[in-house]
């Protein structure tokens, strides 16, 4: 099989296009699946419904109690927003508009602290995980959901109420949590980031439940991880100030992005041409994604 050149690494600070209005720490975003708005949650109680295209704030979005509001969710159709935060607290709210479904927020979580939120494919359920390391679904319908507690992750088969696999991974005899989890497009392989004595990104087969290869380093603490819609880049962002675009078949690291403060969040946009990152400075950047980042190398991509 014919080798691919290494590519330099791509190191940016200049994106090509900057959110601005929250007033404190961007916690997380999520984008619609039209493609055309995202949602962001930040340590000032809010979230902002965004339209990508110029910029503007559609919607500034009250109702969380606790200053961070660390998770975020869009459902795959577009109707429904869930956020969660510190005081464990969860709020749906109708996607189109922006406002709560009801009129106070879900004690979800009594006793830890809302750190992720995920939806089903049909968007009948919503499973959240905290740091009281639970996991709760908020429905009926069938579909796997992946949790990250501690230094676990756990899949879920929400049908039954049941967890069919767990992984002690990251570091299971040391400081370490895990942050954020992605999944391929296809369900198949699932990534995990890490922190504390393990900042490194972890990538699991489902079938096997075993991890596949040694882990990727570059990072400090790993905050959030994606994958773009084709399933070929892997994106993570970190305590350090950057956001690092990884090839998948490879694992190479080919474009670093810089922030000027922790970046807490990471996701692509629904065409993968581009990557929005949260941070502390305030700020959601809009990042290009190189146009030769995802060479068409099929037959090197590890099964």
């Not at 954020?180 to 198949?188: H, K, Q």
Request: proline share 4%; net charge negative; glycine share 8%.
């Amino acid at each position: 099989m014919a080798q691919i050149a290494a590519q330099p690494i791509v190191a940016s600070a200049t994106p090509v296009q900057v959110f601005e209005d929250h007033e404190s720490t961007v916690l997380a975003v999520a984008v619609f699946p039209d493609g055309r708005r995202m949602v962001t949650s930040s340590g000032d109680k809010t979230l902002r419904l965004w339209d990508l295209k110029d910029g503007t704030v559609l919607k500034k979005m009250e109702g969380h109690r606790s200053d961070w509001v660390r998770a975020v969710a869009v459902s795959k159709d577009g109707r429904l927003i869930a956020s969660g935060d510190f005081s464990g607290e969860l709020i749906v709210w109708h996607g189109d508009s922006g406002e709560q479904r009801v009129v106070q927020p879900i004690k979800a979580h009594p006793h830890g602290r809302i750190m992720s939120l995920d939806f089903s494919i049909d968007g009948a359920i919503l499973a959240s995980g905290a740091s009281d390391n639970t996991t709760k679904l908020w429905s009926t319908e069938t579909e796997h959901l992946a949790i990250a507690t501690d230094k676990d992750i756990q899949i879920w088969n929400s049908s039954r109420r049941e967890c069919i696999a767990n992984f002690n991974t990251h570091a299971a005899t040391s400081p370490a949590r895990i942050y954020s989890l992605a999944w391929t497009p296809d369900g198949t392989r699932l990534f995990s980031g890490g922190s504390g004595n393990d900042p490194t990104i972890r990538e699991w087969d489902l079938s096997t439940k075993q991890q596949v290869g040694d882990p990727w380093d570059g990072h400090t603490d790993i905050y959030a991880i994606a994958v773009n819609p084709a399933g070929t880049l892997v994106v993570s962002a970190s305590d350090d100030k950057h956001v690092r675009l990884w090839r998948l078949w490879d694992r190479r690291t080919i474009a670093i992005f810089k922030h000027f403060g922790p970046v807490c969040c990471v996701t692509f946009s629904m065409d993968g041409k581009h990557i929005l990152s949260g941070s502390q400075d305030k700020k959601i950047s809009k990042w290009a994604v190189p146009e030769d980042a995802s060479p068409d190398c099929k037959a090197c991509l590890h099964l």
